[in-house]
């Protein structure tokens, strides 16, 4: 059990029982804007390590994390923190949408360009190592921080080991937006 963040196949986009609701309504506020319908790409088969799909459990407190975003007041908690859905098409701000979504009474789509622009901040910020997986597929980010992150705050100190639970969200949201991104596929939380 556990909240996990997840990567979203065509079949489930587009399902009444899933996220339909939420990609109509999504559609109807993009063609309010001049924009196209978000398309999102068929099923895929799932190769565990094969960077196509996109699974990580969210098993670390987030306060510390939401704490130091807040800190910075450069937009940071809303780009990252701002959304239920999140999708690689750039929007202005977090689209609400009137419709439930597991966690909240209206789903909150989010742009994995802006998160993408605040993650790298972070990571910058934080000096995450290089070693972090870059292929989250198979809770491969849990694994890191659970099995290597110490030897790796020994071979690489930084900031970011001064709290591992700021250091897991910085990645796990760095590694999303570049996952929805490269893959063109919606994430949300499950």
């Known amino acids: 059990m556990g909240i996990y963040l997840v990567s979203v196949e065509a079949d489930d986009w587009r399902d009444e029982e899933v996220l339909g609701p939420v990609a109509q309504e999504l559609d109807t506020v993009l063609a309010g804007r001049g924009l196209p319908p978000f398309a ?3 099923v895929t088969e799932f190769r565990a390590g094969s960077g196509r799909h996109f699974e990580v459990k969210l098993n ?33 701000a977090p689209v609400l ?18 998160a993408l622009a605040a993650a790298r901040r972070l990571a910058e910020l934080l000096a995450l190592p290089a070693g972090i997986p870059e292929h989250c597929d198979n809770l491969e980010i849990n694994g890191w921080f659970e099995e290597h992150a110490a030897a790796a705050a020994a071979a690489s100190p930084g900031p970011w080991t ?21 893959r063109g596929r919606p994430l949300s939380y499950s």
């Open 97 to 114: 949408l009137p419709v439930e979504c597991s966690y909240n009474d209206m789903t909150a789509v989010g742009d994995a360009h802006r």
């Open 60 to 92: 670390r407190p987030i306060s510390g994390f939401e704490a130091f975003c807040r800190e910075l007041g450069d937009g940071t908690v809303e780009a990252l923190l701002g959304w239920d859905v999140l999708i690689p098409v750039e929007l202005e």
């Open 162 to 182: 001064e709290d591992l639970d700021i250091a897991f969200h910085a990645a796990l949201f760095l590694r999303a937006a570049e996952y929805s991104l490269r």
């Open 40 to 42: 999102c790409p068929p």
